[in-house]
C-alpha cells in the first residue's frame, strides 16, 4: 500500500495550519449554535436546516451539529493562539473576528442556563435539576472546557439544587471545576450514581409539574419525553 504524501511547508506554515484547523472546525460549532438560537424563535428546525446546508458539497455535512458549543482542551486553546498572533502582529481585527468565536460559544452555554431559569418560571432557586453527563466526551473523565461546568456554575449562582451523573468522572473533579464541594440545600450539588437517582423529584427532569428535559445535544427521544408528561425543549427546535 502507497503511504500518504506529506505535505512540506516552512515552520510558520506548519504551525498555522494546526491552528487553523481547529479554528475553523470550532467556527462551524459556534455558527450553527448562531443559528439555532435563530431557529428557536422562528420555529425552524435547526436538524433539518444543517443537513439542508450539509447536503452542498461546498460546506459538507461535519461539524454542524447545534449543542452547548466545542469542549475539549484544543480547539478555545488554538483559537486563542491565533487571537493572539494576530494581536502581536497588529492584526487587530482580524484577533477580534476569531475571538469572536470564542465569545459565541460562551454565550451558548450562558444562554442554556438562562433559558433552564426561564423555563422554570423565572427561578431555579431550590429546584432540583438533574445533569446528565459532565465530561466534554463520553465515556471519559475528560472535562477539560466542558460546558457542563459553565451551565452548571450559572445554576448553582441561580441558587439550583444539582443532582449530577457521570460515572466516569470523580467527584473530586466535579468539586474542582466547579469551584466548590457537594453539598446540600439551595446553590449546591451532589453526585448521583445513575439517571434514575438525578430524575428523581426533578423539576427539570420529571416527576414535579411542570417537568421540564432540557436536550442541549439533540440526543433524547423527545416525542417519548412529551408521551411521558414532560415538556421538551431541544437545542435549534422553534
Not at 478555545?76 to 465569545?103: F, P, S, T
Request: glycine share 8%; aromatic share 6%.
Amino acid at each position: 500500500m502507497r503511504a500518504k504524501r506529506v505535505p512540506r511547508t516552512n515552520l510558520w506554515s506548519s504551525e498555522l495550519s494546526k491552528l487553523t484547523a481547529n479554528a475553523f472546525l470550532a467556527q462551524r460549532i459556534s455558527s450553527i449554535n448562531a443559528i439555532a438560537a435563530i431557529c428557536e424563535a422562528t420555529g425552524a428546525d435547526v436538524g433539518e436546516v444543517a443537513k439542508a446546508i450539509g447536503a452542498d458539497s461546498l460546506i459538507g455535512a461535519k461539524f454542524l451539529k447545534a449543542g452547548p458549543g466545542f469542549d475539549g482542551s484544543c480547539f478555545q486553546k488554538d483559537i486563542l493562539n491565533l487571537v493572539y498572533l494576530c494581536g502581536h502582529h497588529g492584526l487587530h481585527e482580524v484577533a477580534a473576528y476569531w475571538q469572536q468565536v470564542v465569545a459565541l460559544n460562551t454565550w451558548q452555554q450562558h444562554r442554556i442556563a438562562r433559558l433552564v431559569v426561564t423555563k422554570l418560571f423565572g427561578t431555579v432557586t431550590g429546584k432540583r435539576t438533574g445533569v446528565l453527563g459532565f465530561a466534554f466526551k463520553a465515556d471519559t473523565n475528560d472535562t477539560r472546557e466542558s460546558p457542563a461546568i459553565r451551565i452548571c456554575r450559572d445554576l448553582l449562582e441561580e441558587g439550583a439544587e444539582l443532582a449530577i451523573v457521570d460515572p466516569k468522572v470523580s467527584e473530586s473533579q466535579i468539586a474542582q471545576d466547579l469551584r466548590q464541594p457537594p453539598g446540600a440545600g439551595e446553590g449546591s450539588w451532589q453526585q448521583v450514581a445513575d439517571v434514575q437517582q438525578a430524575a428523581r423529584g426533578a423539576d427539570a427532569l420529571l416527576l414535579r409539574r411542570p417537568a421540564w428535559l432540557f436536550d442541549a445535544r439533540a440526543r433524547a427521544d423527545a416525542a417519548a419525553a412529551r408521551a411521558a408528561g414532560l415538556q421538551v425543549w431541544t437545542v435549534g427546535e422553534g
